[in-house]
């Protein structure tokens, strides 16, 4: 079955780049859209973006500046970089297949566990 | 791009209905046929229950539907029971090619 798990560091200094990757097995990276998203404690989820094989990407506008997402096929896996973090960009983070040929959908059918990213010195 | 507005908490006794509403723009909600609906329990991730603004995902229950007028889409609940107790979530594919999520409803089985 289709699996997703984020890795990471769970700690990140202000004004340092967050880095996290998601490993996907039971299907290929190369037949889907992934997406990032997150999750502050206690508020609502707030899409980061997604990217396809091809490097096809959409990001959220307030992120876009800030965000970088790439593939690695040969690894199975997608990666999230953001960049010149705050306190206000600690949050679970999720990865997740958008389950779409081509539309930014949101049908988000399987989803990661979730990492606790914290912005902190 | 604004979040879309969902109330912030709704309720019902078990057995009842309840419907939650995500209400956004031409530019989001009113413009495509793109909402989805998730369900999430405490510590958990997402897990979604609707998509294409009606439509159920294999195994999920049929107590969950979908619908949309205008700018607002909605997710009845019929038949509540006490394992609905969870916060849900709306989402919108909008004009610019990205998407949108709603701020959330939590909703309490009485």
């Known amino acids: 079955q289709v699996q997703l798990q984020e890795s990471g560091p769970g700690l990140v200094k202000p004004s340092e780049t967050l880095s996290l990757t998601c490993t996907v097995s039971g299907v290929s990276i190369r037949s889907n859209y992934w997406s990032w998203i997150r999750q502050p404690a206690g508020k609502g989820l707030e899409w980061i973006g997604r990217?396809?094989?091809?490097?096809?990407?959409n990001y959220n506008p307030s992120l876009k500046s800030r965000v970088t997402m790439s593939v690695d096929t040969s690894k199975n896996q997608f990666s999230l970089n953001l960049s010149s973090v705050t306190a206000a960009d600690t949050a679970v983070y999720y990865c997740?297949?958008?389950?779409?040929?081509?539309?930014?959908?949101?049908?988000?059918?399987?989803w990661g566990q979730g990492i606790l990213v914290t912005v902190s010195s | 791009q604004s979040a879309l507005t969902q109330p912030a908490s709704v309720s019902g006794s078990p057995g009842q209905s309840i419907t939650i509403s995500c209400t956004g723009t031409s530019s989001d909600v009113g413009g495509y046929n793109y909402v989805s609906w998730y369900q999430q329990h405490p510590g958990k991730a997402p897990k979604l229950m609707i998509y294409d603004v009606s439509n159920r995902p294999s195994g999920v229950s049929n107590r969950f539907s979908g619908s949309k007028s205008g700018n607002t889409a909605s997710l009845t609940i019929s038949g509540l029971q006490a394992e609905d107790e969870a916060d849900y979530y709306c989402n919108s594919y909008t004009s610019s090619s990205t998407l949108v999520f709603g701020g959330g409803t939590k909703l309490t089985v009485l």
């Open positions: 997740a297949r958008d389950n779409t040929n081509y539309v930014v959908r949101g049908m988000f059918d399987y």
């Open positions: 990217i396809y094989i091809s490097e096809t990407t």
